[in-house]
């Protein structure tokens, strides 16, 4: 499906020359933004021409922020500075403000390069897409696998029949994570943060580009396209003392007839990132370990590897939304509307588990991750392969479920969410979100 809005930036630019961009923040994942776009300012794709911080601007220049522009203390400066001098602004703050900054770059006129995931809160996204269509231009959602060619065509194969038919998709993501990472923004680790729903998880959040890929691959119909839930059932554990869950446990019957099945934590020691699409006449495993790969094993024996070249996803993300600005694609890998199908997953896991499940202190123990405090649960591996294969959820929790992975939910459900997730908070033991500043 091709775009509907424009083109091409509309500034006095010429067609082959740099895009200007602005980006809000230096820290954090702004970081890894600055030094992708000054490596494509190298080969003549953009140039940074502001940006903003209010560390930054009250004490020294962070090195990786180019030198001689200016750093202001806030966005909306920023913006209004930059006032018909930029083509696009990059937005890759905490989750909690992306709305607001979106609906502010929209306004101001500016294509948006929108860090993923864009909200986890079905209602605030639907107020997001109404505020897209306001647009000149589409914005860019930062997930990082859909600009590889090797996803679209294996998509290409899978829907083609070459495989038979597509029956199950898996995935499987252990990332370590300690006590840091989680105070590492004022979302990060929560649920609600004010008014505005969080939901930030290992599957919302850090490995959302797993949940978007895989409802990307299992999706027929046309190429740009993402499966939507039709049902869920999930289980919720927290090992870490923090609001949202650390570890989950979910199975989705997704439209089109293909079963999702996905354990995550980052209450791990090691990383371990997979996912295995099965059809009826083959296996296909994508490994994220060095080096990475697509593995077809085919029912005759036949196997394939595709190699996965590593390529720095930030860089190759602006190179693809620069081309899309200039005219030379027709739409961003990833478009604001094409993540609903992951943001109801996502609503759908609260409503099904309806609580999040403390682990047991039997069941869990401390280990240093990155030279900091981490929690860890022994076996949480052999556990999430275990869900995969059979669909029985460990019993880890101190309000023990049995095996069974939640209740069924519908999209009838969603908007249960609020209730649900209000009770989650009152009931996470130790830990209240503050009042925004």
Same mark, same amino acid.
């Given at each position: ?237 927290? $090992? !870490?003392? #923090?609001?949202?869950?650390? &570890? ?5 019957? =997704?439209?089109? *007839?293909?079963?999702?099945? /996905? ?89 099904? $588990? !309806?609580? #999040?499940?403390?682990?047991? &202190? ?5 280990? =240093?991750?990155? *030279?900091?405090?981490?929690? /860890? ?61």
């Amino acid at each position: 499906m091709t775009s509907t809005k424009h083109p091409a930036v509309g500034s006095s630019q010429g067609i082959n020359e740099p895009l200007r961009v602005g980006v809000i923040g230096t820290r954090g994942c702004a970081e890894s933004h600055h030094r992708a776009l000054a490596s494509l300012e190298k080969e003549g794709f953009c140039t940074v021409v502001g940006t903003c911080d209010p560390v930054a601007h009250a004490g020294p220049k962070p090195d990786h922020v180019k030198e001689g522009i200016r750093i202001h203390a806030d966005y909306k400066d920023l913006l209004n500075e930059l006032a018909g001098q930029v083509d696009y602004v990059v937005v890759p703050t905490p989750i909690h403000l992306h709305a607001s900054m979106h609906r502010d770059v929209i306004n101001s006129g500016f294509a948006c390069y929108l860090e993923k995931p864009p909200t986890l809160d079905h209602r605030e996204f639907e107020e997001m897409v109404q505020i897209e269509e306001k647009a000149r231009h589409d914005s860019f959602i930062g997930f990082s696998h859909i600009f590889r060619p090797e996803y679209g065509a294996l998509k290409e194969r899978i829907h083609s029949g070459e495989f038979g038919a597509l029956t199950e998709v898996n995935f499987l993501g252990l990332w370590p994570r300690s006590m840091a990472y989680f105070r590492r923004s004022a979302s990060a680790g929560r649920l609600h943060y004010g008014e505005r729903r969080i939901l930030d998880s290992c599957l919302g959040n850090a490995m959302a580009h797993h949940v978007h890929t895989s409802l990307f691959l299992a999706a027929g119909g046309t190429m740009w396209s993402w499966a939507e839930p039709e049902s869920v059932r999930a289980r919720l554990f927290r $090992a !870490n003392s #923090i609001e949202a869950p650390d &570890t989950v446990f979910l199975e989705s019957n =997704l439209h089109g *007839g293909v079963r999702l099945r /996905m354990a995550a934590s980052h209450a791990c020691s090691k990383s371990l990132s997979y996912q295995e699409i099965i059809c009826e006449r083959a296996r296909i495993h994508i490994s994220y370990a060095i080096p990475s790969a697509i593995l077809i094993q085919m029912e005759s024996g036949k196997i394939e590897t595709i190699p996965l070249v590593p390529k720095d996803a930030y860089v190759e993300n602006h190179r693809w939304y620069t081309e899309y600005l200039r005219g030379l694609r027709n739409r961003p890998c990833t478009r604001l509307g094409d993540c609903r199908a992951m943001v109801k997953l996502n609503n759908l896991a609260y409503v099904s $588990a !309806n609580e #999040i499940d403390t682990v047991r &202190t039997d069941c869990r123990r401390g280990f =240093l991750c990155n *030279g900091s405090d981490g929690i /860890m649960i022994p076996g949480i591996e052999t556990m999430g392969r275990e869900f995969i294969r059979t669909g029985a959820a460990p019993g880890i929790g101190k309000n023990d479920r049995g095996n069974a992975p939640g209740r069924p939910v519908g999209l009838s459900e969603l908007d249960g969410v609020a209730q649900v997730v209000s009770r989650m908070v009152e009931c996470a033991p130790g830990f209240r979100t503050p009042s925004p500043a």
